[in-house]
């Protein structure tokens, strides 16, 4: 599926190899101006909003991962765990993830991400001795729905939304990504 077929998102960011670090490959380039779907001028504060979100990855204008978070720090924070997925501790996703855009990227193809925001709603949550009303997000559903609609479309999940799509990673993602937690676990 095309990117320019989606009317419920836009764009933030383009990937480009990040030549100053030597451990991580890309660096999240975020566009000086950033527009809504509707093509309203959106503030970038909506980059560190704690809202939940939906990320679109798009290789070529072609969506390759579909994601969802509500991480605070809003989608930087999100999108933080695969810029700096060649240190630390991070998980094969976001490992992974991080060496596909990579690859992508040496091949001459333009990575760029996309938003897709919804607004906080009233509803009662409960915790463990009484319910409250307050504000509260639906991205967990937003990003289900743009998973089911994709699969709607296509007849399965996005490429490299491995985990929903119920395959193996590639071999030389996984093996490579086994190397770097053992060279990690030898240096402490």
């Known amino acids: 599926m095309n990117i320019k077929d989606v009317k419920t998102a836009f764009k933030i960011a383009d990937v480009v190899l990040d030549k100053q670090h030597k451990q991580n490959h890309i660096k999240i380039d975020y566009l000086s101006e950033l527009t809504d779907e509707k093509g309203n001028k959106t503030e970038k504060n909506i980059l560190r909003d704690d809202a939940g979100r939906v990320y679109i990855i798009a290789v070529d204008g072609v969506i390759k991962k579909i994601g ?112 770097f937690l053992t060279k990690r676990v030898k240096r402490r």
């Not at 924070?77 to 060496?99: D, E, K, N, V």
């Not at 009662?124 to 639906?138: A, I, P």
């Not at 609609?149 to 939304?161: L, Q, R, S, T």
């Open 68 to 179: 969802g978070s509500q991480s605070k720090g809003g989608i930087k924070a999100t999108l933080s765990f695969y810029q700096s997925a060649m240190q630390g501790g991070p998980s094969l996703r976001s490992y992974g993830i991080h060496l596909l855009i990579k690859e992508a990227i040496e091949k001459g193809k333009k990575v760029e991400i996309y938003l897709i925001t919804s607004k906080s709603v009233r509803a009662f949550v409960k915790g463990l001795f009484s319910e409250e009303r307050k504000n509260t997000n639906v991205f967990k559903e937003m990003e289900d729905k743009c998973k089911e609609d994709y699969k709607k479309i296509e007849g399965d999940f996005p490429e490299w939304n491995y985990q929903e799509r119920a395959v193996p990673w590639p071999k030389n993602i996984h093996e490579s990504y086994v190397k």
